[in-house]
């Protein structure tokens, strides 16, 4: 059964939520994540995280994000702390194989990725700095999973929520995402009455003052 948060997110866009978080006074939107293949809809749903590192011993090595995979349930989005590096992927094809038959949503990684096209096939959405061919076998390890990471200067922790489409990407914490979500839906419907009111021959500068469609506040409560 869908989690009602995630099934709340995938109604919304990671605009309406960013924009509610701002009004909270929150962080969550991430300005240096985009996505690797153009996915049209809104991916959402329960974050897992894993932490990258370079390797440091010799021999072999169990695969970054392996052991996660192996485990992640539907409506999992695998989130990846590589500390912004793009020298080197830490997710390519048989991962986006393997994650997609467990039920994996999409996959966010603060580095780069490799295998595009792989994912894309898969229909599994793909977020990261960049794209480069290089391999992590040798050179990238995990070294933890389900831990506290930091995504481009943001908080994120397992079992938060995130929203992701053509935009960008918004992660929200478990334990604000009612509210959050509350706000945004508020937004929207807002926003919405703003372009209703501008398809019928509005003039957009009035319809974009506040006196006409004021600016959704935390306090308000819907009736």
Known sequence: ???????????????????????????????ALSPRWPSTGVT???VRTVTAAPKAAAGPATHIAT???AVAEPDD???????????VS?????LAEAAARRGVVGVIVDGACRDVQESAALGLPLYARAAVPVS???????????????????PVASYDYVIADVNGVVFVAADQAERVVGLARRIA???????EAVRAGRDVSEVMHDSQFPTVTAEEQKP
């Open 67 to 69: 052991p996660l995979v």
């Open 189 to 195: 419907d807002r926003e919405e009455r703003m372009a």
């Open 90 to 94: 830490c997710w390519g094809g048989l």
């Open 1 to 31: 059964m869908t989690d009602p948060i995630v099934a709340a997110l995938r109604e919304l866009d990671s605009c309406a939520v960013s924009d509610a978080l701002d009004t909270l006074g929150l962080p969550g939107a991430v300005t």
């Open 136 to 154: 992590a076998r040798g050179r990238i390890v995990q070294q933890a999973a389900d831990e506290r990471i930091q995504v481009a200067g943001v």
């Open 77 to 87: 989005v695998v989130v990846i702390d590589n500390h912004g590096r793009t020298d």
């Open 44 to 46: 959402a749903g329960r």
